[in-house]
DNA sequence: TGGCGACTTGGCCATATAGCCAATAGAGTG
DNA sequence: CACTCTATTGGCTATATGGCCAAGTCGCCA
């Protein structure tokens, strides 16, 4: 695996967060796994699109999700993911100065 | 400033770094400011891909250019973004468990 | 001032993305 | 089984992205 190919890899995986609806599936994952109409409401956009994000994560290795009854739960499975709030936040900051 | 208006401005943050161009240019300036020259040939992409890439990263202020004759350097402005290598490889590592 | 090297900008094209609506799938319940 | 509720998948469209080529800008030095 070249180094390029990593570079890939990591580009992907940011690619994955960097959607304000996913950040905010993300967000809310942190604070504790939630069922999929609850981030659908949060989010606001259509159920089918929310369903579209989190399977996007899910293929990412980002949330992991389990049935129980006909409620679908996500999880967060990679919480260090947390640390991009923190850092665009200050990249926010620097832009301002 | 709402709290979707902070996820949307933090996901054109991570928008900016999601691209296998850019996260090279990223990772050579976190060692050090260089030249465009050096930077393209690195990437491997046309002067003018790279150089739009160099001005994506400017207008989010994630890097800062200087020229010194008719040369262009440019530095990284906000060193954290190289968090998230590290966070993008336990992404990478979880999901291949 | 004319030419050259180093970048940047404009224009264009192919592909990827995010959204919606409609249709489908799964699990529970009468 | 029929029906409902929850979530996912398929299909479509509009917009955004990243690449190259060509043209323009900026600084230096004949």
Redesign the pocket.
Known sequence: MTRRDIFAKQ??VL??L?????LMIVDRLNRGEC??????EL??????????????L?AHGIVE?R????????RLLTPCVCNFFTCATQVLKERSR
């Open positions: 580009a992907r690619k994955a960097a959607n304000e609806s996913r069922t999929v109409g609850e981030l659908t989010v606001g956009s259509d159920a089918s699109t929310v369903s579209k994000h989190l399977a996007l899910r999700d049935r129980q009854g006909n409620l679908v739960y996500y």
